[in-house]
């Protein structure tokens, strides 16, 4: 069985910014939606945005948009997350997340069939 391989993230003073990338690894089926999750100590994991990989549609929970960017690359499979002018309320455990299934959209963390490692943002004020 495949997984989903986490890089990027770390550590940023409020105002910064900071590009998270995820690429599946052994997955062999194709990924139609794929995500970016965030959880912060104590919280249930966030969606904070989803893409259609085939169809290029974006989602974003109100509390990210117009400062994060999710992209994905066809050529090399890659999923990304720009994150701009982060707050310190952006802070967390980031992880991935990808579906097999054709419809996308902002969905629950149980609705993925594949989840990556999760990666610390901190945020610095």
């Known amino acids: 069985q495949g997984q989903l391989e986490q890089s990027g993230g770390g550590s940023v003073q409020a105002g910064g910014s900071l590009r998270l990338s995820c690429r599946p690894s052994g997955v062999t089926e194709n990924l139609f ?48 997350l720009q994150m701009n002018d982060l707050k310190s309320e952006d802070a967390g455990v980031y992880f991935c997340a990808a579906q097999t299934g054709f419809a996308c959209r902002l969905m629950k963390v149980h609705e993925y069939q594949y989840r990556g490692q999760g990666t610390q943002v901190t945020v610095s004020s």
């Not at 939606?33 to 959880?39: L, T």
């Open 33 to 80: 939606c794929m995500g970016w999750f965030r959880q912060a100590p104590g919280k249930e994991p966030e969606g904070a945005a989803s893409i259609h990989t085939r169809l290029g549609t974006r989602y974003y929970a109100d509390s990210v948009k117009d400062r994060f960017t999710i992209s994905h690359v066809y050529a090399n499979n890659t999923l990304y």
